[in-house]
């Protein structure tokens, strides 16, 4: 498997924190899309209310990860978590769900409902590089 | 100036802050490469218009003849979430207390701590400013950005 000749992974970040935002497009470099709230990702993801045409459909399908805030105005990242793992185009993205605050009956609800890991803010260089090789890992898998 | 004699001044300044900024400043700093050479002083950068506007909105909102104590908290949450991340331990500790005076609903207390916030946040930014016109003084000679020690 030729690593260099995948396609660039793609992330969609979803916070509503401006820093955060800006940390999570470093540790993603080149190719993240942002959002600030869980209604705007799933209108990027073409899961919103009103029925997305498809060139969403193009967009979401790039879609390798999903980095999530789990506070967030609106829809909480578990609650968006819910909505992506009940699409049957999205469901197999992997979610990463980030929190400032460590509550183990909200990490375990979130792993439960299938997120694929969940990560402690403020993001530390060595979570930065563990959710790189994640992401790297997924593409692969996708791709073949 | 030396190149070395600025970085000793840079590593020496940064020493000198850390009642201000703790680890999660270094972490930043880590963060920051070749590729993205310019990364902490964007960090940076959009924290102080960040933490500017919600200032701003904070003031209004204590302003207010009904005050919104559910939006005050989103906003302090916010602004908590902002501070810790960028390492300046100060403004995030005085977000907590302010945090949970919005909870005891006392809109005189909340607006001390506003003051107390405003007051760190002012505080962290000058030591900021300082600590990127070195990094600039040191490229601008040439040298590279001395790793910090977390």
Known sequence: MDVAAMDEPHVLAVDDNLID???????LKNSSCKAENGQRALEYLGLGDDKQNSSNDNQARKVNMIITDYCMPGMTGYELL???K???????VPVVIMSSENVPTRINKCLEEGAEMF???PLKYSDVKKLRCELLCNAVVKAS | MEVDQLQRSFLEYTNSLFRFLDGQFGQLQLLQDESNPEFVFEVVSLFFEDSERILNDL??????QNVDFKKIDAHVHQFKGSSSSIGAQRVRNACIAFRNFCEGQNVEAC?????QVKQEYLLVK?????LLRLE???????????????
């Open chain 2, 126 to 130: 000058t030591k900021l400013e300082a």
């Open chain 1, 119 to 121: 990560m402690l803010k």
């Open chain 1, 86 to 92: 009940e699409s049957s185009v999205m469901k197999d």
């Open chain 1, 82 to 84: 819910k909505k992506i």
């Open chain 2, 136 to 150: 600039q003084q040191i490229l601008a000679a040439g040298g590279v950005i001395p790793m910090l020690d977390s």
């Open chain 1, 21 to 27: 935002r800006k940390i999570v497009e470093k540790l």
């Open chain 2, 59 to 64: 003031t209004l909102a204590l302003d207010q």
């Open chain 2, 111 to 115: 607006r001390r701590c506003l003051q």
